[in-house]
């Protein structure tokens, strides 16, 4: 059975840095999206970086320039997202998703989801 195992997640300070990880496990295709989302209370599932089958990586405009997601070269089929600078709206539940195929920010196209990993940043 195909599972997304994350970690990571944690309490820190504005202006500091948490790195998320994400292993897709027990999987045999290629060709796959990876990304993560997050949802802070009372608000929708967010799409905030996705990284595509070719390799490359999109953000959504709020975290540009502060996040970076990548691939780990250690592991198979695992994603690392860096997040710096961070900031209290950056609290949330963070999931990690994976589909096969191109990366679109609609939740319900994604066929796997991490348990969630949560993230708090305090100012």
């Known amino acids: 059975q195909v599972q997304l195992l994350e970690s990571g997640g944690g309490s820190v300070q504005a202006g500091g840095s948490l790195r998320l990880s994400c292993v897709l496990s027990?999987?045999?295709?290629?060709?796959?999206?990876m990304g993560w989302f997050r949802q802070a209370p009372g608000k929708e599932r967010e799409g905030v970086a996705f990284?595509?089958?070719?390799?490359?990586?999109?953000y959504t405009d709020s975290v540009r320039g502060r996040f970076i997601l990548s691939k780990d070269n250690n592991a198979r089929n695992t994603v690392l997202l860096q997040m710096n600078s961070l900031k209290p709206e950056d609290t949330a539940m963070y999931y990690c998703?994976?589909?096969?195929?191109?990366?679109?920010?609609?939740?319900?196209?994604?066929?796997?989801w991490g348990q969630g990993t949560q993230v708090t940043v305090s100012s």
């Open positions: 998703a994976a589909r096969r195929g191109p990366c679109y920010r609609d939740v319900s196209v994604y066929n796997y």
């Open positions: 027990k999987y045999t295709g290629s060709n796959n999206c």
């Open positions: 990284r595509a089958p070719d390799g490359s990586t999109t």
